[in-house]
């Protein structure tokens, strides 16, 4: 697959799937570094603009405290929409590089590049897993079920979504940055069999060699690669703007160095940019990580 990509960047400002609100400003506050132009200058064509134009709002809402799901009607709409555009421009042969929003959008994002890549593979970099269930949740944020409900376990709304689940099989997902598990969670891990590279397996084995381990799980014999990066994987210090901060994450050069060699690669087919929140933060610090990020993803070198 060529290195120069046609791109399409689609917005997707809605943070119901959060416990807190903000990260519906992380597609502006990205955009804002000057992120289009540098795709264009490392010589990507990119498209206009697309926007999800979720209900994200809290009034005449669906919190739904017998599902145990909070926000449930607005999440599986917004993702039913999110999931049309990303098989649209996957089916075509683009690029989607979708900007969240809460990390509930890859449940969107994925169930759509799941329509044209039948056996994608995952590199899903996260403080967190997002496996809970409804019976598994401490919060009822549905951003924290996602990868579950991908993976076929979990509400109808949320696995049925945008064609037949499950989405993904769990020998192709790869977890990356992890050091916040919920007990439910290390369940599935255990009982699926799920790929973990902990903080503490990346302290010892180095991001190189995770990596490389990381692309023969969801690189090889699969027909896809997406990156889903919840950036609140990268340490609080260097990415403060951010609802659910883990202390003990990647390193800013960590963090880039994953994503130099996920370009090298040359095996991404999309990508999608999570939890940025600009309210949480006063110099936009955190959007500026995310940009330069998905710079590296898409081609960018030091030299
Ligand atoms: N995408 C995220 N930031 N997820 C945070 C999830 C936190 C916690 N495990 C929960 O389920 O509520
Ligand atoms: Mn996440
Ligand atoms: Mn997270």
């Known amino acids: 697959m060529s290195r120069l990509k046609t791109i399409t960047v689609v ?34 064509r990119v498209e206009p603009i697309r926007t999800v134009n979720p209900q994200n709002t809290t009034a005449g809402n669906s919190v739904n405290s017998l599902s145990g799901l909070l926000h449930l009607a607005e999440v599986a709409a917004t993702n ?11 089916a075509s042969g683009g690029f989607p590089l979708v900007l969240g929003g809460d990390h509930s959008v890859a449940i969107g994002t994925i169930s759509g590049l ?36 991908l993976l076929g376990k979990g509400h109808d709304l949320l696995t049925g979504l945008g064609g037949p689940s499950p989405k993904l099989r769990p020998e192709h997902v790869v977890l990356i940055g ?22 503490h397996d990346i302290d010892r084995l180095g991001m190189a060699k995770v990596m490389e381990e990381a692309l023969r799980v969801a ?3 699969t027909d896809g690669l997406h990156i889903s990066f919840d950036i609140d994987s990268v340490d609080p210090y260097e990415a ?24 090298e690669s040359g095996l991404v087919t999309s990508a999608e940019l999570v939890e940025v929140n600009p309210t949480l933060e ?8 995310a940009a330069e990020l998905i710079c590296s993803l898409l081609g960018e070198t030091i030299l």
Request: hydrophobic share 40%.
């Open 11 to 44: 917005n997707v400002p809605f943070d119901l799937g959060a416990g807190r609100r903000g990260a519906a400003l992380g597609p502006d506050a990205i955009l804002n570094t000057g992120l289009i132009p540098r795709l264009t200058s490392l010589g990507h």
């Open 219 to 221: 690189g090889d014999r």
């Open 114 to 149: 799941a329509q044209v890549h039948r056996k994608l593979g995952v590199i899903w970099f996260d403080a967190h897993s997002d496996l809970n269930t409804a019976e598994t949740t401490p919060s009822g944020n549905i951003h924290g079920m996602s990868l579950s409900a």
């Open 240 to 263: 403060p703007g951010t609802g659910t901060p883990v202390r003990g994450g990647l390193s800013y050069r960590e963090a880039h160095l994953a994503m130099e060699l996920l370009a």
């Open 80 to 90: 039913r929409e999110l999931a049309h555009e990303t098989a649209a421009i996957a």
């Open 178 to 199: 992890v050091r916040d598990l919920d007990p439910g969670e290390k369940a599935l891990i255990a009982a699926e069999g799920i790929r973990c590279f902990t903080m």
């Open 282 to 289: 006063s110099d936009n610090r955190t959007a500026k990580l």
